[in-house]
Structure formats: structure tokens, C-alpha cells
């Protein structure tokens, strides 16, 4: 990740954790040029997350501290109301011309989606991936349409909300 600050930055790290899981682990973030982050120097900072089983889902964020100890995280947001990035394992890629996307619920936001009332305008987060090279973090996802096709009936839709620093098409 880019990471600059006025103040200049004291540290850069990966907070990680298996979908269920309470507690975050930590991986510091380097920008030596050794840890898959470019040119040392650069302001492109690296860490990385042990490898887990397939089908698995992995949260994170990254938190960034200055030297007056201002915090700040990606993707935006506190990720105690749950605005953490996530990725599943294993999750292959599929070779073809039309454009494909995917969005990553963790279990318990995947069955409230089925479990909640039938209108519910209420989003979840999910991690958006289209055509398999956008990546979009902390989008709301629900379905969407008349009462008669939701949830997840053929034919209904979905209601995406992303950040305003990150749409979909420029």
C-alpha cells in the first residue's frame, strides 16, 4: 500500500484475521524494499499474511500511525463496525470474454441476508471484485427489486454502494 504523511510515518501494519475470529493479528509493514513493497524508500509499504486453507476467508486492514501518533486505516472506516477489507482463499478466476464479477460476505452476513425482512434496505459489507482485476473494499451489497423476487430469486438484482473515493466506473 501508499502510505505518506506530513508528520512522516512511524509505522505501517497489516492487521489480519480468520473470518470468526475475535482478536486481529498483527504483520508490520516494511518499505525496504524486501518485502514485496518496490524500491526502498518509495512510500509503497509491504507485509503479508500467512498462507491459510482454501475456501477460507481473510479480513484485514492496514493501519498507519505518524510520528504524532495520528492513526489512520484502509479501507476507511472502523473496522469494529466491521469496514475491513476481506479475500477468500483459492478463489479462482474463470477464463472467458464476459465480464464477471463476485462479492465476498463473511457467513454471518451472508445468512442475514437470507434471514433478515424481505425488504430490508439494510447493506452489508462485502468485498467486490469485478472482472478479475478491480478489487473494491467495503462496498454494501444487498438484493434488490420487488417483494416477489427477493432474495435471491432468479431474475432479482443487487444493490451495490461504494466509496465515494472508489467507484466502479470513473
Not at 493479528?25 to 518499505?31: F, L, V
Not at 499474511?49 to 505518524?66: H, L, M, T
Not at 460476505?105 to 425488504?119: C, F, N, S, T, V
Not at 430490508?120 to 417483494?147: C, D, H, K, M, Q
Request: with cysteine; charged share 20%; aromatic share 12%.
Amino acid at each position: 500500500c501508499r502510505a505518506a504523511d506530513a508528520d512522516g510515518i512511524a509505522r505501517v501494519t497489516l492487521r489480519w484475521r480468520l473470518e470468526g475470529q475475535a482478536a486481529w493479528n498483527a504483520a508490520p509493514m516494511a518499505d525496504g524494499g524486501l518485502s514485496g513493497d518496490g524500491k526502498a524508500g518509495d512510500g509503497v509499504w509491504g507485509g503479508a499474511i500467512p498462507a491459510q486453507a482454501d475456501g477460507a476467508i481473510v479480513e484485514f486492514y492496514v493501519e498507519g500511525e505518524d510520528s504524532a501518533a495520528a492513526i489512520g486505516v484502509f479501507p476507511p472506516g472502523s473496522p469494529a463496525a466491521g469496514a475491513s477489507a476481506m479475500y477468500r482463499v483459492g478463489d479462482s478466476s474463470v477464463a472467458t470474454k464476459l465480464l464477471l464479477y463476485r462479492a465476498n460476505l463473511r457467513a454471518a452476513d451472508h445468512e442475514w441476508l437470507y434471514a433478515r425482512p424481505r425488504l430490508s434496505n439494510e447493506l452489508v459489507p462485502a468485498t467486490f471484485v469485478f472482472g478479475n482485476e478491480r478489487i473494491f473494499y467495503n462496498v454494501g451489497f444487498r438484493f434488490r427489486g420487488s417483494p416477489w423476487i427477493r432474495p435471491g430469486s432468479p431474475g432479482s438484482g443487487y444493490r451495490l454502494k461504494f466509496n465515494a473515493e472508489d467507484s466502479l466506473f470513473d
